[in-house]
C-alpha cells in the first residue's frame, strides 16, 4: 500500500492540468478509501488521505511551486536577444488544457509565443508538427514565422484549406460587390415591382428616373455596404435562412427580401462554379472535422489576436480540439477589440471559460511601450466601457504632459511636424478614423503615396499615414491623431449598423463601446507622446472627455 502512495506524488512531475487532476481523482479513489477505513494510520497514509480529500487544493499549490522552482530556466533569458519578464514567464510555464493569456498594449504578447513555443520543443520535447500557431492575417503568420522556426504558422483560411485539401473546392474569385451591381443594374432594372421596393426603401418616388438617381447616389453606397456586411454576418455565423425568416416576421421586409434574393443569386453563381468564398470554406471545414471526426497531429494550439474572434472560427477550433484532444493557448486583448462589424464577437473572448470550458487566465501587465502616464490616462479611458476585463498595466517608462493638444489653424499639420521634428522625433504616425481624413491637412509641401507622406522640406524625417484599423498591432516614436471632430465621420464614428444588422447578431453591439476601444488603440501607438489635432468647435466627446479627467498630463501647445 505505501508502494501505491508513493506511486501517487510520483505523479506530480510536470504541470498538471485540469485532465491530469479528473485522472488522478479517478485512478487514486480507491485507495482514498482503504486507507480511510484503516484504523491506525501511519503518517504518510494520513498524508494521503489528506492530499486527496483536497486534490484541487493540493494541485493548485503544487502547481504555483512548479512554476515558481522554473522561472529562471536559462532558455527565458535569451527569448529572440530578450529576457522575458515573470509574467511572461508564468504564461509560458502554466500548461492548462485551456489558457488565456490576456496582454495589455505593448506588454510583449508576441514574444510571449515564441517563447511558449521555443519551451514546448526545447523544455517539453514536443515535435514541432504537433504545433498549431494561428494568426489572422498573412502580414502577421509572416511575421511570427521570422521569430519561429520550423513551426506551422497559418491563417484560419489556411487552416480551412488545408483540412479541405482531399475536396475538390475551387476559392472563388466572385465579387459579391459586383453580384450587387448585376442585381440592381440589370436583373431588376425593367422590374416595377422590385423597383418599388427598393426606392420604398430610401423614401424615392416611383419612377425609373429616380431609379437611376438611386443608383448613383451615397443610398445606393449605403444599400451595398448593408447587404454585404449583413450576407458576411449570416455566413460567418453560419446561420440557416430560418433566421433570416425570423428577422423579417416585424422588420423591414423589403430590405430583407431583396438581401434574400441576392444571397441566393450570390450562391447560385459560386455553385455554377464549383467554388467556395472564405466563409464557406470555414464552415465546411468544420463540419468535414465533425463529419468524418479527422485526426490532425496537434497538441497545441496558439492563437494570436483571440479577441477579434467570430462564432465561425471558434465552431473550427472547438472541433478540432474535441478531436484531437489538443491544448489551447489564446493571446489577445479586449481593450482592443475593434472588428465587430465583421463578425467577430468579444464574448468569446470576455467569457472565454463558458465556451472552452476549465480555463487558467493570466495576465500580462507590464508595458513596454507606453509610459505610465498613458497607460493611466487610456485605462481610466477604456474602462468606462461595461464590457472590459479590469487589468492593471505597469511601466517603467514615465513621461510628463504625455498629451499634447493642438487646435487646428491653416497648414497645422506642416506646423506641427516641424514642432515635432525640432524634439528630435524623426519617426510619426498620423491616424484617422477615416481613410480620407488626412486629404484636408496636406498641403503643397506634401505628397502621399502607399501611405507614405514625403515632406519636401524635410526628407529625413518618416511620415506614415494610417487608419486606426490599419494601426493595431503596431507602434512609432510619435503619434498623431487627427479628425476628432464631433460630427457623423468624426471620431467617435456616428455611422450607426443598419438595424436588420442588429437583429442579426446574437449579442448586442454598441457602437460607441466600440469606437471607444478604437480610440484606446489609437492612443496606446506611441513609445512617447502623443498629439491629439482638434477643431476649434464641435471638439469629439472623447478628447473633451480626457482633458476633463486627466488636466495634470495635458498640455495645449497652440
Known sequence: MQNQINNFYLEFNEYIDYNKKQYLKEKYQYLYK???KIIFKNRNQRKFIRNYKHLDGYIDKYNKKYIA?????????????????????????????????????????????VAKIKYLTDIKKIDNKQILCISFTNESCKSLKNKVTNIEVLTFHKLALKILNNKKYNISNISLEYIIEEYFNSIIYNNESMILKVLKI???????????????????????????????????????????????????KELLSIIIDIYFLYEQELESINSIDF??????????????????PYRYIIIDEFQDTSYQRYKLIKSIIENNKAKLIVVGDDWQSIYSFTGCNLELFINFEKYFGYTKKIFLNNTYRNSQELIDIASKFILKNKKQLKKKLKSNKHIKK??????????ILENLIVYISKQGIKNILILGRNNNDINKYLNKNFTIKNNIITYKHNNKISIKYLTVHKSKGLEEDCVIIINLIDNILGFPNKIKNNQIIELLNDYKIDNLEEERRLFYVALTRTKSYIYLVIPKNNISKFVLELMKDNKKNIEIIY
Open 402 to 411: 504625455i498629451i499634447k493638444i493642438v487646435y487646428e489653424e491653416e497648414n
Open 202 to 252: 430610401y423614401n424615392y418616388e416611383l419612377n425609373i428616373k429616380n431609379y437611376r438617381i438611386f443608383l448613383n447616389s451615397n443610398h445606393f453606397k449605403q444599400l451595398k455596404n448593408i447587404i454585404i456586411t449583413f450576407i458576411s454576418i449570416f455566413k460567418t455565423n453560419n446561420y440557416s435562412l430560418n433566421k433570416i425568416l425570423e428577422i423579417k416576421k416585424n422588420n423591414n
Open 69 to 113: 522552482n522554473n522561472l529562471k530556466l536559462e532558455i527565458f533569458d535569451n527569448i529572440n536577444g530578450i529576457s522575458i519578464d515573470n509574467n511572461q514567464r508564468k504564461a509560458v510555464l502554466t500548461d492548462e488544457i485551456n489558457n488565456l493569456i490576456i496582454a495589455g498594449a505593448g506588454s510583449g504578447k508576441t514574444l510571449t509565443i
Open 34 to 36: 482503504i486507507n480511510k
Open 279 to 296: 466563409n464557406d470554406m470555414l464552415n465546411k471545414a468544420t463540419k468535414e472535422i465533425i463529419k468524418n471526426k479527422i485526426k490532425l
